[in-house]
């Protein structure tokens, strides 16, 4: 039974009535002095949400038997007058007088949809000046019964700086030719404040993603990606190749790159989700087992594809030390690169025993850091983005991405309106690389992506009348 569930049955049958002006000060705690746990201070918790109960139209009794099962009393549910707070992880905290502002806020939000138990629960943490990330908010989920609110529990604000999506007619660039460029689907430039009900230490700015193109700052730079220098090198070189195919094939000799979705684990690769988990592990406050256990985890990780006794991790020096938090970011003392750390911190949080420990749902992350536009589009789409080559060529320079040390440049166009699998937008491409690699191992549009995505020739098909009426007919079948 949940707690939920066991509050419920505590609670009258009928709904209480709601009145907006019970919650209205919830959100300006008084700001008193934490203290060390004195039994007063369990009374004026539970006195605090008798309170609120009768406000929202509790009877009296009622309330106080909810609000000292909650905290501890003789009117309590519990054996020997204790409540639910005797039963939490709160070791090694202090208990304190003054209302936590994250707490009443929690309390605030299940009060007006109408989860009282929650509410009354959250509101009597509070007033005893304990936060509710101690509690932890991992929910368990299954394809079979899974939790509807799994994956939504994030709080973001978008912080401006970004051009407008404006619509691209192909048309307009018949001659020229058309590359993918594989792409994470994280945002940018929004600020991620609390992800599985945890109140992150400080807000996350994403800085990815296809909305990268889409900086006005950047723009002005004629800046529209980054990735690491070798990539960028290959992404320039690979752009000069189709400038040379476009032009002997008759063409303008100008390129449209389209982002290409990827996996969803590949946001993993960037520091945003591994700022994420920082600032969770840290405000879950594990105890030196629970942390010595996942490090000893990550030294163990062996990156995918490669083979099991391919260690690059023991150099690893901890999640919870200085020098662990700097190797995330710089690679220094491991034996493969920073974002392959970041990876390996992921993978390993991820598995259902961490989450738990730690208090979260991975996916809640994916959410908290995916392009809204992006959420649910699988692997392989275009057109969500669509950016152009520069006339003097792409052209690279120093980056001060987080994730990313090199800038190439681009100018964003604007967007087909919908993602688009890419076996329909190069059809011609598609099919040619696919009777080649017909027979392989592997998934043949899988193994087809990833030759677009990395040869160096080959892979660009020109806006000729035949692609712009291949295009034409597959918006037609859609809109249908």
């Known amino acids: 039974m949940t707690l939920e569930e066991y509050l419920q049955q505590l609670l009258p049958a009928q709904q209480p009535v709601y009145q907006p002006t019970a919650v209205q000060g919830l959100l300006t705690p008084r700001q008193d002095e934490v203290t060390a746990y004195d039994p007063s201070l369990r009374r004026q918790g539970a006195n605090a949400t008798q309170g609120l109960l009768e406000n929202i139209g509790i009877n009296r009794g009622q309330a106080r038997q909810v609000s000292q099962t909650l905290?501890?009393?003789?009117?309590?549910?519990?054996?020997?007058?204790?409540?639910?707070?005797?039963?939490?992880?709160?070791?090694?905290?202090?208990?304190?007088?003054?209302?936590?502002?994250?707490?009443?806020?929690?309390?605030?939000?299940?009060?007006?949809?109408?989860?009282?138990?929650?509410?009354?629960?959250?509101?009597?943490?509070?007033?005893?000046?304990?936060?509710?990330?101690?509690?932890?908010?991992?929910?368990?989920?299954?394809?079979?019964?899974?939790?509807?609110?799994?994956?939504?529990?994030?709080?973001?604000?978008?912080?401006?700086?970004?051009?407008?999506?404006?619509?691209?007619?192909?048309?307009?660039?018949?001659?020229?030719?058309?590359?993918?460029?594989?792409?994470d689907s994280t945002s940018r430039n929004v600020a991620i404040k609390s992800v599985s009900d945890v109140q992150l230490p400080q807000s996350v700015i994403t800085h990815g993603g296809q909305d990268y193109a889409r900086d006005a700052a950047l723009q002005a730079q004629n800046i529209a990606g980054a990735s690491g220098e070798s990539i960028a090198k290959r992404i320039r070189d690979r752009e000069q190749q189709a400038i040379k195919e476009n032009l002997a094939a008759g063409g303008t000799g100008k390129i449209l790159h389209l982002p290409i979705t990827m996996g969803d684990f590949a946001?993993?690769?960037?520091?945003?989700?591994?700022?994420?988990?920082?600032?969770?592990?840290?405000?879950?406050?594990?105890?030196?087992?629970?942390?010595?256990?996942?490090?000893?985890?990550?030294?163990?990780?062996?990156?995918?594809?490669?083979?099991?006794?391919?260690?690059?991790?023991?150099?690893?020096?901890?999640?919870?030390?200085?020098?662990?938090?700097?190797?995330?970011?710089?690679?220094?003392?491991?034996?493969?690169?920073?974002?392959?750390?970041?990876?390996?911190?992921a993978n390993r949080m991820y598995l259902k025993g961490?989450?738990?420990?730690?208090?979260?749902?991975?996916?809640?992350?994916?959410?908290?850091?995916?392009?809204?536009?992006?959420?649910?589009?699988?692997?392989?789409?275009?057109?969500?983005?669509?950016?152009?080559?520069?006339?003097?060529?792409?052209?690279?320079?120093?980056?001060?991405?987080?994730?990313?040390?090199?800038?190439?440049?681009?100018?964003?166009?604007?967007?087909l309106g919908q993602s688009i699998p890419v076996e329909q937008i190069m059809q011609k491409r598609f099919e040619n690389v696919s009777e080649e690699m017909a027979g392989k191992k592997g998934n043949l549009r899988q193994n087809v992506i990833g030759a677009l995505e990395k040869r160096k020739s080959g892979v660009s098909e020109l806006i000729d009348d035949q692609f712009l009426e291949n295009l034409n007919r597959y918006f037609q079948s859609v809109r249908q």
């Open 71 to 183: 905290l501890g009393g003789e009117s309590s549910m519990m054996p020997a007058g204790m409540g639910v707070a005797d039963f939490t992880p709160f070791a090694g905290y202090a208990l304190g007088a003054g209302e936590s502002a994250e707490g009443v806020g929690q309390a605030k939000k299940d009060f007006e949809a109408g989860n009282y138990g929650s509410a009354a629960l959250n509101y009597a943490l509070s007033s005893l000046g304990l936060l509710p990330a101690a509690i932890g908010s991992y929910r368990p989920t299954t394809p079979l019964k899974p939790d509807p609110s799994v994956g939504t529990r994030y709080e973001t604000e978008n912080l401006g700086g970004l051009l407008d999506k404006t619509p691209v007619n192909m048309e307009d660039y018949l001659g020229s030719s058309v590359m993918v460029m594989p792409w």
């Open 267 to 345: 946001k993993n690769f960037s520091v945003m989700p591994s700022e994420i988990l920082l600032g969770i592990i840290d405000q879950a406050k594990p105890t030196k087992k629970a942390l010595q256990k996942l490090n000893d985890q990550i030294r163990a990780f062996s990156p995918d594809g490669k083979k099991a006794d391919f260690k690059p991790f023991t150099g690893f020096a901890g999640v919870e030390t200085e020098k662990g938090r700097a190797q995330l970011l710089s690679g220094e003392g491991i034996g493969t690169t920073a974002g392959e750390l970041r990876k390996a911190l």
């Open 354 to 415: 961490n989450q738990e420990q730690f208090g979260f749902n991975a996916e809640d992350i994916v959410s908290a850091v995916s392009d809204q536009s992006l959420v649910g589009v699988p692997k392989g789409f275009v057109g969500n983005t669509v950016i152009g080559s520069s006339p003097e060529g792409m052209q690279l320079s120093p980056s001060v991405n987080p994730t990313y040390n090199t800038d190439f440049t681009g100018k964003y166009l604007g967007t």
